[in-house]
């Protein structure tokens, strides 16, 4: 039996990271993957989603200059773009297991579970190893309700052929909110039902309430306050009700409300690991309570978010204590935050809404950035940028509306994290004209000094 130092139970973000550090300081390490090698980031989200994203982003940036000086008729083939994702992501499997094993993984086809401590067991054949890293990820947490099978999680959405003329989202959460950007801009019938009384409950209340409002003028219609109670097979449309009796017809049904962990059928029980549909305990270095047994990514019991960045952060941090770099407990450096709509939300630390209802603690200033630097900023006037310090003039937080908000949060996400002064700033030079340059100017005279 090959004996291995480190098996990773799953190939995404939360393994493979720490596996290739493995690797490449000589530990002998090995990748069981029962569905697609790289994981749900890789082939089922993130990446397929922003490749479809891609021509939508400037569609929606040519729209801006209609009636000033572009007469646009673009027009985006959902068809055509979704041969082209699943050409260019069909590839990433097979691509990803040679890049894997080059690097000295190797990588084990099949479901796995663990038979004791220091044996993984991938159907049938057993692997005896030092350590073992749980990294199984998530799924759609599909609704238990009648007709519940005449709904499609986001790896089905992700993966459509044809766009559907009218689709009926459950949940206006992540999920929902930046497939719905697509299905709106090709002009299809939108509808959302929200359990909660408002979309992006976790993102600033005046951005959502703005980007809502941009899907309403759009076509959207939003049910607040409605759980979803069944789904309905009517001729070839799907009528859904939600528990007050609300109801709408379309054809085709996404539920996205909300994502649960893969933890069953692991061997966990019988190793005494607790686990819940919310994920894997672990303590502050990342161990369940069987102390060779880890536990990264998406698959952990939480309160940071459950995203691609973090999951391979934990995957470097397991991977240096295995190697004895490292013996600290976990601890995560400020987190952005971004929903890939049109346009772009974005968030940093200290949150908009807490900023605001806490002024002694927190200075808030508001930039009317697309008023303000509408000569640099592609014409989209309605950006809105909120910078968030503190007392003593850090930032500590920041949050944006608008469709380069993924940049601009990076270099925030910078100046936060290394606590930068103003004099720090003023020791840089930028390029320009550049939208980064406006907030570096921004930033300035706000900063502490020195
Ligand atoms: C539609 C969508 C869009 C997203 N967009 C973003 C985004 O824009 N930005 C961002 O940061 N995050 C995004 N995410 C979240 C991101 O995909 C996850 O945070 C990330 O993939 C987590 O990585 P992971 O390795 O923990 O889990 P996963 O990537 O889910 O990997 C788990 C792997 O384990 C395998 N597995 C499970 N059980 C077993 C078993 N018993 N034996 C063998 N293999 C097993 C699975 O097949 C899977 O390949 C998105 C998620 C979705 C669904
Ligand atoms: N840009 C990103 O970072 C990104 C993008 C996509 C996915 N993700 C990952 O996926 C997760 C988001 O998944 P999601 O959008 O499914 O979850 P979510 O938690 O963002 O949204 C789920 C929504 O469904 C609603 N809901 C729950 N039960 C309902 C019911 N019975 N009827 C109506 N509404 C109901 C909830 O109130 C919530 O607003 C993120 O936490 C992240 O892990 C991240």
């Known amino acids: ?29 090995a990748f069981v993957e029962m569905g697609k090698i790289g994981g749900t980031c890789t082939n089922y989200g993130c990446d397929a989603k922003i490749l479809l994203d891609g021509p939508f982003e400037y569609l929606d940036g040519l729209k801006r200059y209609e009636g000033l000086c572009v007469e646009s008729d673009v027009k985006i083939d959902w068809t055509r773009l979704m041969s082209y994702k699943k050409q260019t992501l069909g590839v990433f499997d097979p691509i990803l297991e040679k890049l894997f ?14 038979k004791d401590a220091h044996t993984v067991e991938v159907d049938g054949t057993a692997y005896e190893t030092e350590y073992i890293v749980i990294g199984t990820g998530q799924r759609n947490a599909q609704l238990q309700i009648p007709g519940k099978e005449f709904t499609h999680g986001s790896s089905h959405f992700l993966d459509l052929d044809e766009m559907p003329d009218s689709i009926i989202f459950i949940g206006a959460g992540i999920i929902s909110m930046e497939f ?15 359990f909660a009384p408002r979309a992006l409950m976790a993102y600033p209340q005046e951005y959502v309430k703005k980007l809502v409002e941009k899907m309403e003028s759009q ?4 049910h607040f306050n409605e759980a979803v109670a069944s789904v309905e097979k009517e001729g070839s449309q799907y009528k859904v009700t939600s528990q007050n009796g609300v109801f709408a017809t379309a054809d085709y049904v996404l539920d996205a409300t909300g994502r649960v962990a893969n933890f069953e059928d692991l061997g966990l029980e019988e190793l005494g ?10 303590d502050d270095h990342m161990r369940t309570s069987v102390s060779n047994i880890f536990a990264s990514g998406d698959v952990v019991d939480k309160t940071i978010p459950k995203l691609t960045p973090t999951a391979e952060y934990e995957s470097n941090y397991i991977a240096a204590q295995i190697l004895g770099i490292l013996d600290a407990p976990i601890v995560y450096p400020v987190i952005p935050n971004l929903v890939f709509t049109l346009p772009r939300i974005g968030q940093v630390g200290v949150s908009l809404d807490d900023a605001k209802a806490s002024p002694d603690a927190y200075k808030v200033v508001n930039i009317p950035w697309g008023v303000q630097n509408d000569w640099v900023n592609n014409h989209e006037t309605d950006t809105d940028v909120n910078l968030i310090f503190d007392k003593k003039g850090y930032l500590v937080g920041a949050a944006i509306y608008g469709s380069e908000a993924g940049t601009w949060l990076d270099y925030l996400t910078l100046v936060i994290d290394k606590k930068m002064t103003a004099a720090d700033l003023r020791g840089m030079i930028m390029s320009f004209p550049t939208q980064t340059y406006m907030l570096w100017s921004a930033l300035l005279p706000h900063l502490k000094m020195m």
Request: charged share 20%; proline share 0%; hydrophobic share 45%.
């Open 1 to 29: 039996m090959t004996k291995y130092d480190v098996i990773f139970i799953g190939s995404g973000h939360s393994c493979n990271h720490g596996g290739i550090m493995l690797a490449m300081s000589g530990k002998k390490v």
């Open 101 to 114: 094993s080059d690097m000295g993984v190797d990588v084990i086809r099949g479901r796995g579970r663990i």
């Open 180 to 194: 719905a950007s697509m299905a709106l801009a090709l002009g299809k019938k939108v509808q959302f039902f929200e």
């Open 219 to 222: 076509g959207a219609v939003f």
């Open 273 to 282: 690991i607790k686990a819940s549909r919310k994920g894997i305990e672990v």
